[in-house]
């Protein structure tokens, strides 16, 4: 078991752009959960998956964000025509079902929107 | 809707002393309680979490909480801190009617001086 798996760590784009990130949770988890964490601040939901399934959405997801989790296994987050705004640290984070025993978070992508 | 209230921004303390970071939460079900810690351009680290039973919870590096629901705190403490405790401390909450999503206050800067 490696724990939670981020990539990339870092992610310096212009404008505009799109950008993906991806995660890879503990093999066992059922759940995987994305949260959104800006300077100064505690990490905020934004989506969560249970196996394939996406439950929940935060209003924070504007639709330029969209969340895959294609086999139940890893997910992706893509934001599209990225704005300043969006530049903060993206979590994710995996737990068992009932998710109520805490969870496992990844390292982190730090996205820079130029 | 839950919410955590973490009082204190920023908590300065030299080396072995004692220190308290305090939290507060809402909920109207009964909760789960968690504190994570981060280290710069990290992920959040579980430290110790209050399901259920005793009130007094310990965690890892010496850390503990006690559970308080008539003042419906868990506040976190160590007797003796250290240089390398410096970090972020976040205090969180799930239950029942949240579907066990965590919703995390806005952090608490322990700052350890020699």
């Known amino acids: 078991d490696t724990g939670v798996s981020q990539n990339p760590r870092h992610k310096i784009t212009k404008r505009g752009q799109n950008v993906t990130f991806r995660c890879d949770p503990i093999?066992?988890?059922?759940?995987l959960y994305w949260y959104r964490q800006t300077l100064g601040q505690g990490p905020e939901f934004l989506t969560y998956?249970?196996?394939?399934?996406?439950?929940?959405k935060s209003r924070l997801l504007s639709d330029r964000f969209s969340a895959e989790r294609p086999k139940g296994s890893f997910s992706t987050l893509e934001i599209q025509r990225t704005e300043q705004g969006d530049s903060a640290m993206y979590l994710c984070?995996?737990?068992?079902?009932?998710?109520?025993?805490?969870?496992?978070f990844g390292s982190g992508t730090r996205l820079t929107v130029v | 809707a839950q919410s955590v209230t973490q009082l204190d921004s920023q908590v300065p303390v030299f080396e072995e002393a004692p220190v308290e970071l305090r939290c507060n939460y809402s909920s109207s079900v009964s909760v789960y309680l968690f504190w994570y810690v981060q280290y710069p351009n990290q992920g959040l680290q579980l430290l110790l979490k209050?399901?259920?039973?005793?009130?007094l919870v310990k965690g890892i590096n010496g850390f503990e909480a006690e559970f308080n629901k008539s003042q419906t705190s868990f506040h976190l403490r160590k007797p003796s801190v250290h240089i390398s405790d410096t970090a972020e401390y976040f205090c969180a909450v799930s239950d029942r009617s949240s579907n066990y999503k965590l919703t995390f206050g806005k952090g608490t800067l322990l700052t350890v001086n020699p």
């Open positions: 984070a995996s737990s068992s079902i009932q998710g109520y025993g805490g969870y496992t």
């Open positions: 209050y399901l259920s039973g005793s009130t």
């Open positions: 093999s066992e988890h059922n759940r």
């Open positions: 998956f249970q196996n394939e399934a996406q439950l929940e």
